[in-house]
Antibody
Framework: QVQLQESGPGLLKPSETLSLTCTVSSDFTNNYYWSWVRQPAGKGLEWLGRIYNSGNTNYNPSLKGRITMSVDTPNNQFSLKLRFLTAADSAVYFC???????????WGQGTMVTVSS | QSALTQPASVSGSPGQSITISCTGASSDIGGYDFVSWYQQFPGEAPRVVIYNVSKRPLGVSNRFSGSKSGNTASLTISGLQAEDEGDYYCSSFTSTSTLYVFGSGTKVTVL
């Protein structure tokens, strides 16, 4: 069973850039989309973006161009960069695989990110 | 504001059946069968319990079932058990540039 693990800093300041990496245990070279989803404390889930193994990306327009995703196939990883952080970006960030029928079928455990001065 | 509307809470006694609704639009639920449901416990990642409107992943109890009518999808939990208590989210692919939308979430309480 494929496993996902997020890594990255937990505390950043306003206006800084968040960089997170998701390491995939297996199946990374197969034909899947890989995604980031976030969840502010006590709130619901928000889809941020997806990337294919080829590097093709789609982003949530609500992020207004602040997001970039990339893949590192030799290391079975994909990454998220989110620029110009504000307190509203504080959340638990999950990486997830998009599987059959566009369902998020495998999730990482999540990593908490706090944006505070 | 979430794109898909769910009731904030639903409760039931052990053994009963409960149904959670998820209302969207013709651009998402009404237009595609790419509706999925997620179960989430405090401090944990979500877990898919239904995909493709009504399919169950391996390992998910057959007490969970899904359906769709028009722009509304539903998740039914039969034979409610204490272990079912948690938050449930629906999701759908959408033809808008957002691509994927989630529901506002429903807290299930077992009385």
């Amino acid at each position: 069973q494929v496993q996902l693990q997020e890594s990255g800093p937990g505390l950043l300041k306003p206006s800084e850039t968040l960089s997170l990496t998701c390491t995939v245990s297996s199946d990374f070279t197969n034909n899947y989309y890989w995604s980031w989803v976030r969840q502010p404390a006590g709130k619901g889930l928000e889809w941020l973006g997806r990337i294919y193994n080829s590097g093709n990306t789609n982003y949530n327009p609500s992020l207004k161009g602040r997001i970039t995703m990339s893949v590192d196939t030799p290391n079975n990883q994909f990454s998220l960069k989110l620029r110009f952080l504000t307190a509203a970006d504080s959340a638990v960030y999950f990486c997830a695989r998009i599987g059959l029928a566009d369902a998020f079928d495998v999730w990482g455990q999540g990593t908490m990110v706090t944006v505070s001065s | 504001q979430s794109a898909l509307t769910q009731p904030a809470s639903v409760s039931g006694s052990p053994g009963q059946s409960i149904t959670i609704s998820c209302t969207g639009a013709s651009s998402d639920i009404g237009g595609y069968d790419f509706v999925s449901w997620y179960q989430q416990f405090p401090g944990e990642a979500p877990r898919v319990v239904i995909y493709n409107v009504s399919k169950r992943p391996l390992g998910v109890s057959n007490r969970f079932s899904g359906s769709k009518s028009g722009n509304t999808a539903s998740l039914t939990i039969s034979g409610l058990q204490a272990e079912d208590e948690g938050d449930y989210y629906c999701s759908s692919f959408t033809s808008t540039s957002t691509l994927y939308v989630f529901g506002s979430g429903t807290k299930v309480t077992v009385l």
